[in-house]
């Protein structure tokens, strides 16, 4: 692989439905997250996590969580699934934290319905 | 709150030159990122603004005052290809960005 990888690319999913997001990267990044994009908002952040073995909430974590064993994967859950969960979400990696350091990089996006 | 304001869209010519504006209230600063998404696409890192100034890269240049909360990202000799939208995000003093709305850039020939 070589940057940010995402599946699957699109899901239709029934409402109350568990439903995991994968991610990996293999920039040997420190930081990872997970963004949601809706149609005029801007990227909004569900969860971070700074290193492997942390995790941070972002702006909307309600719904979701995260963990991160190690430095490549960071999977999404949605332990059960409501319409409101219908968006784009990206995950990013960036060197670190700080600075320019924090230039992110990103998946292409899983599409998700929830009906 | 965080606020980060540009304009929903902008319309422009082939071959000529735009100006998007972005001005944010952000608790703290660390540094001011551009992105460009393409429709149904990742957005892709632009420019990184931390010294008020302008840097420059090829066609694309971003301007920052910080005393003004404001920068701009200025595209020249635009080509369709440019037909995106443009995100301004600010790194805030907990290091998190905080992102804009994005404007949607369309190009006409």
């Known amino acids: 692989i070589a940057g940010i990888t995402q599946a699957p690319t699109s899901q239709i999913l029934a409402a109350g439905r568990r439903m995991t997001l994968r991610c990996t990267q293999d920039m040997r990044h420190n930081a990872m997250y997970w963004y949601r994009q809706d149609l005029g908002l801007g990227l909004r952040l569900i969860h971070y996590?700074?290193?492997?073995?942390?995790?941070g909430k972002g702006e909307v974590p309600d719904g979701y969580s995260v963990s991160r064993a190690n430095t490549d994967d960071f999977p999404l859950t949605l332990a059960s699934a409501v319409p409101s969960q219908t968006s784009v979400y990206f995950c990013?990696?960036?060197?670190?934290?700080?600075?320019?350091?924090?230039?992110?990089?990103f998946g292409p996006g899983t599409r998700l319905t929830v009906l | 709150g965080q606020n980060i304001d540009q304009p929903t869209e902008m319309t422009a010519t082939e071959g000529a030159i735009v100006q998007i504006n972005c001005t944010y209230q952000t608790s703290g600063f660390n540094g001011l990122f551009w992105y460009q998404q393409h429709a149904g696409e990742a957005p892709t890192f632009l420019s990184y603004?931390?010294l008020d100034g302008l840097e420059e890269k090829g066609r694309f240049s971003s301007f920052l005052s910080r005393s003004k909360g404001y920068s701009y990202l200025l595209l020249k000799e635009l080509q369709m290809k440019d037909s995106a939208s443009y995100l301004c995000?600010?790194?805030?003093?907990?290091?998190?960005?905080?992102w804009g709305a994005g404007t949607k850039l369309i190009i006409k020939p």
């Open positions: 996590s700074n290193t492997a073995g942390t995790t």
């Open positions: 995000a600010v790194l805030d003093s907990n290091y998190q960005l905080i």
């Open positions: 990013a990696s960036s060197e670190s934290t700080s600075g320019n350091y924090n230039e992110q990089f």
């Open positions: 603004n931390v």
